[in-house]
């Protein structure tokens, strides 16, 4: 969805290594998402945040970390990637009007790790 | 937030409606109920959602039963573009709540066959 933007779409990583995605939005939204999907799964939720220097876990927060300095941009960092964090992940946010449930996403970013 | 009950898998011939059940027998009083869609590795795509009304825009109609306990999407004239993972998921939404998290299960995979 334009708006809602993931770099990188694609990155393969060696087991420890670190990264961060970088998710940026340009539609005032308030409330922002990191999702993780794995083949033949469901969506599952690592962090969320409900505004700008605000952050909280979601289902799986393990191994990641996550920074809302700027209400624009929401950062997933791993700082020792592990094979079992090869997955695709989304981006997502909310409408401006709130926590309206009607979420934009992005493209995904495909993260392999080795 | 409720759980949901959809079939796996459905097919549907192209130009022919398209009638998607979901489950969801927990869900409170102020719950709405979503839809979202995920053609191939593409992000999730928001669709409609609704309280106790039925719904259409679009994209499709929502129809609710009575009891709220289940719903159904429908495309009125699938097309093969809409071979996708179809997500039904309840939530607080505008409708209060303090749980800001979106929980995607496995959805339904439809395949609209010419």
């Known amino acids: 969805n334009a708006g809602v933007t993931q770099t990188p779409k694609f990155r393969v990583l060696k087991t420890g290594q670190s990264m961060t995605l970088l998710c940026a939005q340009d539609?005032?939204?308030?409330?922002m998402y990191w999702y993780r999907q794995d083949p033949g799964m469901g969506l599952r939720l690592i962090h969320y945040s409900v505004g700008e220097g605000t952050t909280a876990k979601g289902e799986v927060p393990d191994g990641y970390n996550v920074s809302r300095l700027k209400k624009q941009n929401f950062l997933l960092g791993l700082e020792s990637a592990a094979p079992s964090q090869t997955s695709v992940y989304f981006c997502a946010a909310d409408s401006p009007l709130g926590n309206t449930g009607e979420l934009f996403f992005g493209e995904g970013s495909r993260l392999t790790v080795l | 937030d409720a759980k949901t009950t959809q079939p796996p898998s459905m097919d549907c011939a192209e130009g022919r409606a398209a009638n998607l059940p979901c489950n969801h027998s927990?869900?409170?009083?102020?719950?709405?109920v979503y839809w979202y869609r995920q053609i191939h590795s593409q992000g999730p795509q928001y669709i409609i959602h609704g309280l106790k009304n039925n719904e259409t825009n679009e994209m499709a109609s929502l129809i609710i039963t009575e009891d709220r306990k289940s719903s159904t999407l429908i495309l009125p004239h699938a097309t093969l573009r809409d071979t996708a993972v179809y997500y039904c998921?309840?939530?607080f939404g505008s409708g209060g709540g303090s749980n800001y998290k979106l929980t995607f299960g496995k959805g339904t995979l439809l395949t609209v066959n010419p």
């Open positions: 927990t869900i409170s009083g102020n719950e709405y």
């Open positions: 539609m005032n939204h308030e409330y």
């Open positions: 998921i309840v939530y």
